[in-house]
């Protein structure tokens, strides 16, 4: 059942494989299974495994399951009016009940959206008949012309009619469907609205127009389209404020180790006590997290203006999250005698007193590296040179995208020193791990 | 057996519809619910709700960065048995020398060697059926600590150190097991692969409004409303460290103390910010940007 739709997960980037489809077929031996809303949400829950995935699952749900197609951006409404499932759906809604074709179009959407989230949970809360006092307006209760409670009963019955559907029917309709599935390329058919998991194909009408559920599930797939919190970061865009948290766990690779060893007390007593009182020294390998990172950006020219933010507010978040030194210094295009402290460029700090610093220190220079050929001049190299003969743990990430770096002169130059990275969370954690391929030198 | 009816939360705590059918699905197929969501948004009140609710065994394990897996199924106690076996040897000495009095090794025999096992949470839940099992913040561990898990999770049965005892059970009586998780590490793909995953999406003003509520039930809802448009604001700020629901909550608590005229004012005049934003950067930012707003009238929009 099924067989093809980890394969389009995949594709939407969501992973997903066979295991899955065992696992479902579990849920359907459970009993877990009714209608579509309920295998919206066994998906989510079993293949979603992080909230970015949660965007990219529901394209391939709907894609797959329900027959239409969400293009990257667009609103969830948007494309269920694109969507000829709808428009089957709509045919069937409006099949002998005339009033209904005064019905506001959003309206219409999401009675269509609640349809196919409406999951065995909502059924039974109709059945249970909460869903019908909770919709109960009180100051009415008591008035006896209403002859509502037949309507109801109506109601729940045919609710009922969705939970009495037993495993054998639920599964001959899902291979119905698969074979549609199949098909869909030629005819175009698909479960909502033709047959398919509701007894009646199109539930909302069945049920007398009384609306089953809310819109909890409907919204929430809504939301979900369009919000970035349900997406990937693209690990291959410049930092911005939007996916500094993915680079800040590119930056969490940064671990210092040290040659020293150190008597692991704990372990010499418990190792030493099982072997009946025989105690033997048990050294292991110090690890720290100490970390110190000098951070050189170039705020000069409106080119670089745009970065400077989101990179701050990474190394800031940083020094919240670990403890280590950071300093900050700034500079324009490139350097010579001095650099910054601060970011308007008043509080010079001779280029001997960073270079004095311990060796250990990680530097990350940030920049575009362009400028007119005549600034970087051979004394100007000659000072970069002796930060990256100081500084083995050094690293250029810049702004400009790669394939534009061969253009400029300076720029080549520059490579020529330092190992330059381009300033995405991918080009980070690369530099990162370069880095930590270095040994550390002796202070 | 188990019980597996779909448990949607109790009156002091409001289960979001999707995590109550996650929580369901769990149960059913006898996997471990893993939890991922903000800090504050009730992650860990879920277990401790249902296991009250239903007066179910609650057996809590807090993760830390020095957790192993011996703390959490079961770790021999060398030490004890060490000092019992020189206690045998000199209780036989002391005999040797005609000695009557024994020293004691309370009730314990080195040839039983499950006497020195002591059960973790995970152990005491297996072998309690129909309980509940609450691994917390697990991204605090070690990094090898969710792999090391995997094959209890898979099998569902321990084995405890030297004694080699098996604890196991089936997938009838299996404990539920909620396994929450603040992302600030990412879990191995394989560890993931084995529990059902629900991630809890910050909730909506109106949702947080039913939240707030269900714990302070006699509050005005005027004082709500005020409450939760600056509560909502606050988050807007980009703040390092934005507020979430407990602080929220914590907010309101010391809110109660005061008259309703009373506790707008203090609202709206931010009384009570410590509460609230717990960061020195965080807390300028909000003066410098929301009192300025608060002031002029109409300014708060209403949610």
Known sequence: MFES??????????????????????????????????IYNFFKVSLVKDPTHIGPYTQAFYDYFIGVDIAQGERLSDAILRAQTFRDWLDDFFQGNDEHRNIDMEDLINQFLDEVHMTSFDIRRVIDGEEILAEDDPDLKDDPGRGDDENIERLQEKAADYRMVDLEELRRRMEKVMEQQMRRHHGGAHWVGTGGISPYGHGGAALGGIRVGGSGGGKMAREVMGNPQFYPVDIDAHISDDNVDATLASLKGVIEETNDRYLDIPITVKEGVAQGGLFLP????KTEDRLQVILMIDNGGYSMDYYIRPIQALFKKMKTRFQH?????????????????????????????????????????????????????????????RFSEKFKKIAWLNPVSEKHWHITWTTTMLRRIFSMYPMTPRGLENAVLDMNKKKNKLA | MADTTQWEGSDKYLCDKDLAQAFHIARVLGMPLLIEGEPGTGKTELPLQYARDLNLDLFVYPVGSKSTVEQFVARFDHVKYLRDSQIEVLNAQREEKGLESKLSTGGRSTDRLSDYVQMGPAAKAYSTPNSV?????????????????????????????????????????????????????????????????????????????????????????????????IFYQLRQLGLERAPSTRELLNWLKYMQSFSKKETIERIKKLDGLGALIKNHDDVRRVQRNLKEDLSRPGGATRY
């Open chain 1, 5 to 38: 739709f980890p394969e389009i997960c995949r594709n939407y980037g969501v992973p997903a494989d066979i295991r899955s489809l065992l696992l479902l077929q579990k849920a359907l031996n459970k009993d877990l299974i009714h209608t579509t809303g309920d």
């Open chain 1, 282 to 285: 048990i050294e292991l390998d």
């Open chain 1, 325 to 385: 030194d950071l300093e900050t210094y700034y500079f324009h295009n490139t350097i010579y005698k001095y650099v910054y402290e601060d970011e308007r460029r008043t509080r010079r700090v001779p280029v001997e007193r960073v270079l004095s610093k311990d060796p250990n220190y990680r530097v990350f220079i940030i920049g575009d590296a362009a400028m007119a050929p005549y600034e970087l001049h051979e004394g100007s190299i000659i000072t970069w040179g």
């Open chain 2, 133 to 229: 099992l609450l691994i917390d913040e697990i991204d605090k561990a070690p990094r090898e600590f969710p792999n090391d898990l995997l094959y209890a999770l898979s099998h569902r049965k321990f084995i405890m150190p030297e004694s080699g005892e098996i604890i196991e059970t089936t997938e009838l009586d299996m404990p539920a097991i909620v396994i929450t998780s603040n992302r600030e590490q990412e879990l191995p793909t394989a560890f993931k692969g084995r529990c059902v995953y629900h991630y809890i999406a910050f909730p909506s003003p109106e949702i947080m409004r039913d939240i707030v509520r269900k714990h302070y039930p006699k509050t005005d809802d005027n004082i709500v409303s005020e409450a939760i448009s």
